[in-house]
């Protein structure tokens, strides 16, 4: 059983429809930021304003993305609501 609020719903900053394989402008990984080390915080942060394509949507909503725009690989996640179609 999923949390109330969730799953996420799948649409960008702007409301518009999100769905796996569309591409996206990263506009924020703050989500996420207070949990990891600072270089990896460094690393997430240097993406934002990056397009990648989401490689998937987990049960609770969540979007997965690649560090890599070449390898299609759940490597983090961001709320739905990080992310802009371009």
Known sequence: MTPA??????H?????PLD??????I???HS?????????A?????LVGQLRNIVAFDKFGFAW???DPHQPQ?????FPQELALP
Not at 20 to 25: A, D, F, K, N, Y
Not at 42 to 46: E, G, H, I, N, T
Request: charged share 20%; with cysteine; glycine share 8%.
């Open 74 to 78: 759940s490597d983090f996640c961001v």
């Open 65 to 67: 993305l690649s560090f």
């Open 27 to 29: 506009v924020s990984v």
């Open 20 to 25: 796996r394989g569309t591409l996206v402008r």
């Open 42 to 46: 460094r690393r997430l942060q240097s």
């Open 12 to 16: 960008d900053v702007a409301g518009l």
């Open 32 to 40: 996420f930021i207070s949990r990891l080390s600072q270089e990896e």
């Open 5 to 10: 609020g969730f799953p996420l719903p799948a």
